[in-house]
């Protein structure tokens, strides 16, 4: 599962490689905030949007680890250990993210839409496993211990992965702003900053060039939009007082 490591980081892997671990630590504390948010109020989407979230940032999950071991211990993951921690569990996550959009707008609908996300992520890991173990190189290309060229069947799959939160998230914001009532409007606009930015960072990080300055632009959308997604789904009272009594003088 890992290999030894021992070649000095430049300037632009340790931005990739730290601005990775400050996106992934404060997803899982944003996913884990929401998540433990269940035991206050007893709401099974809670615990499903909070792995969810969890889940987004799988992608960048694989860079942090690298990063904290050859700092602590000059050794990286293998490829496929790579590979594995940040593509395989995508489509599970995106299914609790489903279920939990399906079941405020589109219940009737919604066992269509589980059962064909179901077949998706079977075929997925089913073509996934194929590709790693006849050429890891056919799912991806190392060129760092922070980047990877993949191949053409993961760059869809991320970019459909992608298109699908950013409509169902839009979808579930706008919703919100057909309420009445400011707090749940305000949680609305949130949320569809949060998606996309969400979508801008994850696209700008896997197509432009990487260069320090690509790197903690990008990173810093993708950190602001799990700021913007606790603040959309969760509302914390300071926001709330300062940003409703805000709307409410003007």
């Known amino acids: 599962m890992i290999v030894p490591y021992t070649l000095p980081l430049d300037l632009l892997e340790v931005f990739q490689g730290s601005f990775s671990l400050i996106f992934a630590i404060i997803s899982i504390f944003v996913g884990l905030r929401i998540l433990f948010k269940y035991f206050e109020y007893k709401r099974r989407e809670?615990?499903?949007?909070?792995?969810s979230w969890i889940g987004i940032a799988s992608p960048w999950i694989p860079d942090s680890i690298n990063f904290i071991m050859i700092l602590g211990f000059s050794s990286i993951l293998t490829e496929e250990a790579y590979l594995i921690i940040g593509n395989v569990f995508m489509p599970l996550f995106i299914i609790c993210w489903l279920i939990v959009i399906t079941d405020f707008l589109y219940k009737a609908r919604q066992k269509l839409i589980l059962i064909l996300c179901l077949i998706w992520t079977v075929i997925f890991e089913i073509i996934f496993f194929t590709l790693l173990f006849i050429d890891?190189?056919?799912?991806g290309t190392f060129l760092g211990p922070f980047h990877v060229e993949f191949g053409d069947f993961i760059t869809f799959t991320l970019l459909f992965t992608i298109v699908i939160l950013l409509i169902s998230g839009l979808l579930f914001a706008r919703e919100s702003l057909k309420s009445e009532d400011k707090e749940i409007k305000l949680k609305g606009k949130f949320l569809?900053?949060?998606?996309l930015s969400f979508t801008i960072g994850a696209i700008l990080d896997s197509s432009i060039s990487l260069i320090p300055i690509t790197v903690v632009i990008t990173r810093l959308i993708l950190i602001s939009s799990s700021i913007e997604f606790y603040i959309g789904f969760i509302l914390p009272k300071w926001v709330k007082r300062f940003l409703i009594k805000g709307l409410e003088r003007q």
Do not use: Y
């Open 192 to 195: 569809i900053v949060a998606f």
């Open 136 to 139: 890891s190189t056919l799912v």
């Open 46 to 51: 809670l615990i499903l949007v909070g792995i």
